[in-house]
């Protein structure tokens, strides 16, 4: 099975801070990698599909990229409503999520 | 924009059964495939099921296969996952998902609240 390393699994950060979150795949899942967003008590929101591109409605400081294996989600300026934990998913084959990463306030 | 709403939850025994529901609204339910995730208390997302858009096809997390079985009825817009064999680790509250239309890589743009699954004696 391919496995998902998510890192870190969590992070402390400032308002306007540029924020960084990783997914390593265990093996080639090409560009099948989603990103989501998970506030306490709520059902995950999707961000990223497909490794890049930007759910609607979704503001554009959030993006996402690859490269090989590693997929990235960047957070350009946090926001308060950013506080939250991140989940990467991957859709090649089978579907497993990574193990979250918890972004809390500085 | 459409809603999906989880039902069945509870509280059952180890080694019992659960049905859960998930009755969707607001879109044409059977052009998308559907999902099962789960979280346990405390813990991260796990994927649990998938069935495509017309039934043709599904699949299962390993510790869930020949226990759990996912089925849709497209005229009654709902999912639903028949939870066999109950174990204390299956304790999770668990959310339908949709699939998006705009990619081929099963991402879930609508989920629902959740209902909570306690397997305890």
């Known amino acids: 099975d391919i496995q998902m390393t998510q890192s870190p699994s969590s992070l402390s950060a400032s308002v306007g801070d540029r924020v960084t979150i990783t997914c390593r795949a265990s093996?080639?899942?090409?560009?099948?990698l989603n990103w989501y967003q998970q506030k306490p008590g709520k059902a995950p929101k999707l961000l990223i599909y497909?490794?890049?591109s930007l759910q609607s409605g979704v503001p554009s400081r959030f993006s996402g990229s690859a490269s090989g294996t590693d997929f990235t989600l960047t957070i350009s300026s946090l926001q308060p409503e950013d506080f939250a934990t991140y989940y990467c998913?991957?859709?090649?084959?089978?579907?497993?999520f990574g193990g979250g990463t918890k972004v809390e306030i500085k | 924009q459409g809603q999906l709403v989880e039902s069945g939850g509870g509280v059952v025994q180890p080694g019992r059964s659960l049905r859960l529901s998930c009755a969707a609204s607001?879109?044409?339910?059977?052009?998308?495939?559907m999902h099962w995730v789960r979280q346990a208390p405390g813990k991260g997302l796990e994927w649990v099921a998938l069935?495509?858009?017309?039934?043709?096809?599904?699949d299962y997390l390993d510790s869930v296969k020949g226990r759990f079985t996912i089925s849709r009825d497209n005229a009654k817009n709902t999912l639903y996952l028949q939870m066999n064999s109950l174990r204390a680790e299956d304790t999770a509250v668990y959310y339908c998902?949709?699939?998006?239309?705009?990619?081929?890589?099963?991402?879930?743009?609508?989920w629902g609240q959740g209902t909570m699954v306690t397997v305890s004696s």
């Open positions: 497909a490794a890049s």
């Open positions: 998902a949709r699939a998006s239309l705009l990619t081929m890589i099963d991402a879930f743009d609508m």
């Open positions: 998913q991957h859709s090649y084959r089978t579907l497993a």
């Open positions: 607001g879109f044409t339910f059977g052009y998308y495939g």
């Open positions: 069935i495509r858009h017309d039934g043709s096809n599904e």
């Open positions: 093996q080639n899942i090409n560009t099948y």
